[in-house]
């Protein structure tokens, strides 16, 4: 079993009085109140939780919960202050209030606009309230077509039906969303390793554009040329092409135009790859 130390930050989302206030209440401290107190502004409530990997690792998560006031000019003028640094969303409505369901795709909007998209969770809540449940099939179908990735959860903050697997729910989809994210840069590391050794290993003749391609057949072209712009800016290789001018795309260029390895890239190129790929940061 590996212990991993992550920090999530996840915002609870939805109109006002849907109960969001209400289901972080009834997930940390079991406690549900009738009484009704409009959040003003935003709240911040920490907990750490233990989520477990497939494989059995286990990811020790210390997770800001964000409980927002569901006010649409609020969320407008606090937009990048209230989203930034976001790892996922749970988003409720009032099951007996459809149009707090239809508002739900505005909220992710806002959220995906600032962190460019992460998980979310849909919670219909106060579903102990059967007489006024008012999902029915023309409801079903559209938060399936909205929402094809999504989990929706029926949830009561008053029996607590539905919470803990709500919150658990996004918090895991949150932790694999950043491990993705984590595997990705690390394939990205190795490639740029792989590409600078590949290069410095041919002195000062360098790489045509067309021997790289063929060297890294594997790598999609627009990744490859993305890695080497990448490699270019940060002058670890440079490109060269009779007349061309210098800080040109690699896409825009001949394919006979031959990349050679900088001083500071062959340096990098004889070092090891040292990147590790965990996610660790200070508890
Ligand atoms: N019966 C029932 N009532 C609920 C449930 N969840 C919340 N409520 C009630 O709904 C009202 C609004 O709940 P809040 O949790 O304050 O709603 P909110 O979404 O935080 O509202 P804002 O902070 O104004 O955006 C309160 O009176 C709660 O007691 C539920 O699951 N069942
Ligand atoms: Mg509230």
Redesign the pocket.
Known sequence: MVLRRVRLKVVVV????????????KYMRNH????????LGVQMHPVEVEVPLDGGDVVLAKVAIF?????HAARESFRDAIFYGTHGVLA?C?AGRTETLYAIPDWIRAAAVVTGGVPFTIAL?????SSSIGIGEAETSWLRQQFPLSPVIL?????GQGVEEAFHGIFARAVAARIDAEKARHRANLLRHEILVFISAREGLGASKTELFSRFRDVPPAQLMQELDYLIRLELLALEAEGSKPFVQTASMPASARCRITPAGRKLAESPSTDEMVIEEPS
Do not use: C, H
């Open positions: 939805g109109e006002r009085a849907v109960g969001k206030t209400s289901l972080i209440q549900f109140s009738p009484e009704y107190k409009g959040t409980d927002l006031m569901g006010e409720v009032d809540n106060k579903v102990d309230r949830t009561s903050a008053m029996t």
